[in-house]
């Protein structure tokens, strides 16, 4: 084990975590492959390059109306493990309404559609790494994987980075939220650091005044030569 | 933390839930992988996706990652150029039978790290509701004779390597490949 792997320890959600519910069945239950080094290939096709329109960072304004909610700015950047911005990458994003509803054919909460939110959204990094959505704040919501089971308030991430390695899913959650404490998606990640590195920060220097308020979510990619194991399958 | 390394660490993974259609699954022409004037020979990928039940997962995100007919990795245009048409990069959602079907070319051999060749492949990235980490994995071709000396496919245990392998369908044209979840002919994961 490297000192990366050691320091990384607790840092990454388990696969099988029965807490929450749905990786029982779903967890490869054998062990992963290790692929060593002398194999690894950085080089792959990296999806960010389509033409990304001008309002597909803004999910405030997809519709005829505006939808209902607090209006929020959610900024960062992006950087691999060494600090280094990464440039030039694709962000998606994708959340539930204010109301905590998706607009999804299998999102069955009773909650309100809001027929001006689709809740999608993506731009690209700039050359420093900083990415920028405007959106409105999502609303908790109650799933079934315990009895009285209700997900914090959260927003989807999706980056690609560079190499297939760095490709990265995520969630970013809001300052003080007391579901956090009890939300299992939340609490597979064993690190109180890296449990804490996916929450946003209120930040009054990015609110816009008047008009809206902002949050700071910087999102760190695996780094290019960080470890041995990294690289193309 | 204790140790006070220099570097950061990476942000842990979260899943990418159930309704992931309302982000990055929105369109479906990312099935799309080449067009009539790609060069190459034309095939269709069929995956489809089962839990250790043997269900169906219909909430699966699929990408797929390929070299070009030739072998190499598509050029990659510049922010704000545009797309080729061929990207070597697909992504689909399963549908509620569990498939989801990438319209593409037969990929070529790449010459790998230290210049050993490689077989034909695609490589797979999965996400779903249920995993809080995605998985990678590769597809190779049945009875592709560079099956023998694949670097990568040499590092998977011998019994495991045949979950690794898409099939032909009738028409030629079709390979079908499962990811199996968990449980008998388990799908090989890798660890990058």
């Known amino acids: 084990m490297t000192d990366r792997r050691a320091l990384e320890a607790g840092s990454q959600p388990p696969l099988l975590y029965p807490p929450y519910k749905s990786t029982v069945r779903r967890a490869p239950a054998q062990p992963l492959v290790q692929v060593p080094?002398?194999?690894v290939?950085?080089?792959?096709?990296?999806?960010?390059?389509?033409?990304?329109?001008?309002?597909d960072n803004d999910l405030t304004r997809q519709h005829a109306g505006e939808p209902l909610g607090e209006r929020i700015i959610v900024a960062g950047r992006v950087l691999d493990e060494d600090g280094r911005p990464v440039p030039h990458t694709l962000v998606e994003l994708w959340q539930c309404n204010a109301a905590g509803r998706y607009r999804h054919r299998r999102d069955l909460h009773s909650a309100p559609i809001d027929p001006n939110f689709s809740g999608g959204g993506r731009t690209v990094t700039?050359?420093?790494?900083?990415?920028?959505?405007l959106t409105i704040k999502p609303g908790a919501y109650p799933w079934s994987n315990h009895d009285n089971a209700w997900r914090p308030a959260h927003i989807h991430f999706s980056l690609f980075g560079h190499s297939i390695a760095t490709r990265l899913v995520t969630q970013m959650y809001f300052p003080n939220d007391p579901l956090c404490e009890y939300d299992p998606m939340y609490q597979s990640i064993a690190d109180e650091g890296a449990r804490l590195r996916l929450v946003s920060r209120f930040d009054l220097s990015l609110t816009q005044p008047d008009w809206a308020l902002g949050y700071r979510f910087d999102i760190v990619l695996r780094g290019r030569h960080s470890t041995p194991f990294e690289g193309r399958v | 933390m204790s140790n006070p390394a220099p570097a950061i660490v990476?942000?842990?993974?979260?899943?990418?839930?159930?309704?992931?259609?309302?982000?990055?699954?929105?369109?479906?022409?990312?099935?799309?992988?080449?067009?009539a004037d790609t060069p190459g020979e034309a095939m269709r990928l069929r995956v489809r996706v089962l839990d250790g039940d043997g269900v169906p997962v219909n909430d699966a995100l699929v990408e797929v990652w390929q070299a070009d007919a030739a072998g190499a990795c598509p050029p990659q245009p510049a922010a704000g150029q545009s797309p080729p048409s061929f990207s070597g990069f697909g992504r689909l959602a399963t549908n509620d039978d569990g498939w989801c079907t990438f319209e593409t070319i037969r990929p070529g051999a790449e010459s790998g790290a230290g210049g050993v060749d490689q077989a034909a492949h695609f490589t797979?990235?999965?996400f779903m509701r249920g995993l809080l980490r995605h998985l990678y994995t590769r597809i190779y071709f049945a009875g592709d004779p560079a099956l023998e000396t694949d670097p990568l496919l040499g590092i998977v245990p011998e019994a495991r390597r045949r979950t690794l392998l898409a099939?032909?369908?009738?028409d030629g044209a079709t390979w079908e490949f499962t990811?199996?979840?968990?449980?008998?002919?388990?799908?090989?994961?890798?660890?990058?």
């Not at chain 1, 290939?41 to 309002?55: F, K, M, Q, T």
């Not at chain 1, 700039?126 to 959505?133: E, I, V």
């Not at chain 2, 990811?179 to 990058?192: I, K």
Request: charged share 20%; proline share 7%.
């Open chain 2, 124 to 126: 797979v990235c999965l």
């Open chain 1, 41 to 55: 290939d950085l080089a792959a096709p990296v999806y960010g390059y389509l033409p990304i329109g001008e309002l």
């Open chain 2, 10 to 35: 990476a942000s842990a993974s979260q899943t990418v839930g159930p309704f992931f259609h309302v982000g990055p699954a929105r369109s479906d022409h990312l099935g799309r992988m080449a067009g």
């Open chain 1, 37 to 39: 080094g002398r194999l």
């Open chain 2, 167 to 170: 099939h032909p369908g009738a």
């Open chain 2, 179 to 192: 990811v199996r979840l968990q449980g008998d002919g388990e799908t090989a994961f890798f660890d990058l």
């Open chain 1, 126 to 133: 700039d050359a420093r790494g900083n990415y920028r959505f």
